[in-house]
Nanobody, 120 residues
Framework: VQLVESGGGLVQAGGSLRLSCVASGSTFSVNAMGWHRQAPGKERELVAGISGRGDTWYADSVKGRFTISRDNAKDTMSLQMLSLSPEDTAMYYC???????????????WGQGTQVTVSS
């Protein structure tokens, strides 16, 4: 499975961005999907996840501001990000896994990442 992200960029605090992820290859094996991020000097963290049937999970830091969605028919996943702050600056990665569990770091497939930079 190959994952390709897009939609990152530079935005001012309070602004919004929408990240997209397109999956290709053996996508029939994909179950849970998620968006992870890694800021400089920090560990990678899961910020939003979505199960194969559409159940969602959000980290407390993004709850109420970020919305994850997926279109299984099109093998795509998105992350709508609102009210961005400089603390959201990070490389954002699309990830997918064969298992059903969303909240885990054990994802099988990873994209190359897309940079999100929020200026103050």
């Amino acid at each position: 499975v190959q994952l390709v992200e897009s939609g990152g960029g530079l935005v001012q605090a309070g602004g919004s961005l929408r990240l997209s992820c397109v999956a290709s290859g053996s996508t029939f094996s994909v179950n849970a999907m998620g968006w992870h991020r890694q800021a400089p000097g920090k560990e990678r963290e899961l910020v939003a996840g979505i199960s194969g049937r559409g159940d969602t999970w959000y980290a407390d830091s993004v709850k109420g501001r970020f919305t994850i969605s997926r279109d299984n028919a099109k093998d795509t996943m998105s992350l709508q990000m609102l009210s961005l702050s400089p603390e959201d600056t990070a490389m954002y990665y699309c990830a997918a896994r064969r298992g059903a569990l969303v909240v885990t770091n054990d994802y099988d497939y990873w994209g190359q990442g897309t940079q999100v930079t929020v200026s103050s």
